[in-house]
Nanobody, 113 residues
């Protein structure tokens, strides 16, 4: 049974930082490219960042230079370091092995003063 558990969200002021984690089980984590998506209130889910099995990363233009995706295959864990947060980053953040139907339940990030 595949499980993806996101954590690390919360309330942060503009300009602040958060580090999200996604613990994966039930899959051969190291064999999958992984991605972070987010869904803001009233909007569609959008891609934030992806990372290949080899560690190559790609980012949405809106987060480039502020967010960093990484993975620890030994811990079956995906990370998203988010710096210089903006109110428009407010959303529920989800992780997924790319090109699969598996999703976590998400972790909520709220950027507000």
């Amino acid at each position: 049974q595949v499980q993806l558990v996101e954590s690390g969200g919360g309330l942060v002021q503009p300009g602040g930082s958060l580090r999200l984690s996604c613990a994966a089980s039930g899959i051969a984590f190291r064999l999958y490219a992984m991605g972070w998506y987010r869904q803001a209130p009233g909007k569609e889910r959008e891609l934030v960042a992806t990372i290949t099995t080899g560690g190559s990363a790609n980012y949405a233009d809106s987060v480039k230079g502020r967010f960093t995706i990484s993975r620890d295959n030994a811990k079956n864990t995906l990370y998203l370091q988010m710096n210089s947060l903006k109110p428009e980053d407010t959303a529920v953040y989800y992780c997924t092995p790319t090109a699969t139907v598996y999703w976590g339940r998400g972790t909520r990030v709220t950027v507000s003063s």
